[in-house]
């Protein structure tokens, strides 16, 4: 019994001297970006590769070229499993020592957006969040390049009406989405669209217990027999709604994902029977890239990825996430050219990520030619906005099947406006930034 | 020798019904009292509120709530999460309709509104029991996140469908919000766990505490004493959903920010459950005991390696520590199956008797 207590006393110090210690400070020559990554719970197969994409990306640069002038990149994983509870934990542990913050989940970006203003950090969302994000005089601290989840419905519609949105009228369109902050991102967007051009729009939610058995949901749809499908989904859901789709035989090529419902892995559970399925998304697997051909030189074929096997590499989700660490280092070298400093602070960063200019011609420098569209960030402008492809399930990868597709701004910029005003009248007082023309 | 309770003599009955009748736990209170007031939020980081402290004491508010009912009353129910949900939006509802009102007494009002709901949902433990009342508490669990779900006018018609604190004000103070310190917060929610806490302690020894336990060790001898089954259970229901219902409007408000319908779903319900029954069913000091098992050491187990310079990848060690704590709950629970307030009375019990045991 008496060592019993002796062990349980110790446990006990163990526990409160290491609550007490703080997390350890980083080398002055080291820019620390952090990574909120889930490799590990529900939407796993997903995190997975696109972690490693940004991963290797980080350790390609530090291995071929020493870093980004000559500063090496920490990059460190701060696992969430994709629960907002622990993506908070994970901010409030790195948020002293990091440059920026990679929240990885609609619902943690939207936890963490307020607190940014206060911590002073910058929110790097490539591609998912709040799509009012794009504000930049309302969202000072919060970036998501390349494109918004706005831009990419938009895009799904202009896809669909063949760049004539009128001849949507008198069609009905169907949204299967997550019931989540996530899946709910574009309804108002939708909604909007369905109200100008006369299309019936059809949300059909996901439960967040029932992404794996959607019969119900496909029921519904094949009673209402939409002209189109689109889906905001994730994770399990997305493998859930394409096993459904082959079973009750809803032509595939009518049926549309947005870019994170475009993962492999989903496709390869179908395989032939997901033929046609198509996905939005603003990069494009160009498995022959310069870049590609480094990273496997410098970390895969030295044994430094966490990827098993080379193929891989070929896969629509680890190449964005390459691309996701290549926005993040392209704002660390803007910043350290404007401010004249080598290792940079959150607020430079903020300056960098606000001053991205990824035109062809940066593209073809950084050995991307075809991975994305150019684009640019600015003060107010915090998205970019870039175009986007349809890629298109062949029965073994995705191939782009369409040209470049862009998004109406015209429509989400005024709807972009008055969400964000609404969040800064809800969260008063908000800072706002006048300076931005 | 430190738990000698010799010369300890009682000489009225109020001496003997104090909250603490032997000295060295007054003692030991006032050091635990001392810590959390005084010395954690001198010592702190904004880290090791937000992940330790605040959530700490909030789990343990819900735990109490849920010990009340189970514990307490020997009521199962699966509800948990979702009536802390009730509170939370209660909550959220009241300070949008009334911006002005002290969010303290706003806190205090959403409590009631989780009693009415967990009353409610209580009328039928009269008839049903054991596993089947615990079924009845899970409808009320999938009811409720699914209302949270649907019903928009609870969250304002927000596109997301997510409700969120706005910044909100206390005697000039800013106590909720994305800009308020989490020293203020901590503050706030150790006073309102204090508060529940000693009215909870008194209660649970009082004249009612006694009618739930007589209910819980055997309700039909409890009838035939005189004891009115229904009354007692539907105040254990009350009781226990207004503390249950106080936590969730804590959880939100003082801590999280922001909430989705699912983060009421069954994980948290589950989550308390554990809590309270690691901590040890029938006990108020065991919540807190739960609670910082079952809350603090995943997040201080994630962070042992960074202290020690170990570099394990972040995948690896959330594994790791799931396997550990696991394996903590397994081993408690086979030791001492009456949770760590039973293994903490067993230790002060030997400090008693310490040196000369029989």
Known sequence: MKKRFRSVVFGTAICLGSALAVPPAFAEDTIYAPNLAYRTGPFAATGIPLMNGQRDYIMMLNARDGGVNGVKIEYDECETGYSTEKGVECYEKTKSSAVVTQPWSTGITLQVLPKTNVDQIPILAPGYGFSPMSNGKVFQWAFNPPASYWDGASMMLNYVSDGDLSTLGGKKIALLHLDHPFGKEPIPLFEAMAEEHGFEFLPIPVGLKEMQNQSAQWLQIRRENPDYVLMWGWGAMNAGALSEAVKTRYPMDQFIGIWWAGHD?????????????????????VNDAPVMADIKKHVVDAGDSLIDNPEDMNTVFYQRGILISMFLVEGIKAA????????VTPEQLRWGLANLNIDDAKIAELGMTGMLAPFSTSCDNHTGHADAWILQWDGTKFAPASDRISADRGVIEPLEQAKAMEYADANAPWPINEECS | MLYRTT????????????????????????????????????????????????PVLIYSLAALGLNILTGYAGQLSLGTGAFMGVGAYACYKLITIFPEMNLL?????????????????????????????????????????????KWAWLYNYNASGAIQVPNMDMFGIRVAGPTAS???????????????????INITRGRIGRMWKAVRDMDIAAELVGINLLKAKLIAFAVSSYIVGVSGALFVFLWRGAAEPNLFDIPLSFRVLFIAIIGGLGSILGNYLGAILIVALPVILNIIPEVFGLDINAATIEHLNIMIVGTLIIGVLIIEPHGLARFWAIIREKLIIWPFPH
């Not at chain 1, 350290?336 to 290792?343: P, R």
């Not at chain 2, 635990?32 to 330790?52: D, R």
């Not at chain 2, 967990?118 to 009845?136: H, T």
């Not at chain 2, 203020?184 to 204090?194: A, G, M, R, S, T």
């Open chain 2, 7 to 54: 010369g300890q003599f009682k000489t009225s009955y109020a001496a003997d019904h104090a909250l603490f009748p032997v000295r060295q736990d007054a003692v030991l209170m006032v050091i635990v009292l001392l810590f959390a007031w005084v010395i954690f939020p001198l010592t702190a980081n904004e880290f090791v509120f937000q992940a330790l402290l605040i």
């Open chain 1, 265 to 285: 892995d989903d496709l390869k559970t179908v395989g032939e029977r997901g033929k046609g399925y198509k996905s939005i998304s603003w990069s494009v697997p």
């Open chain 2, 182 to 200: 989490s020293m203020v917060q901590y503050y706030f929610v150790l006073f309102v766990v204090c508060v529940v806490t000693y009215f909870a």
């Open chain 1, 336 to 343: 350290q050219e404007h401010f004249g400093t080598k290792v």
């Open chain 2, 105 to 149: 007494v706003a806190i205090a009002i959403s409590g009631l509104f989780s009693t009415a709901v967990g009353v409610a949902f209580g009328i039928p433990s009269l008839r049903i029991k054991g596993f089947y009342l615990a079924i009845a508490t899970l409808a009320a669990q999938f009811f409720l996140v699914w209302l949270f779900e």
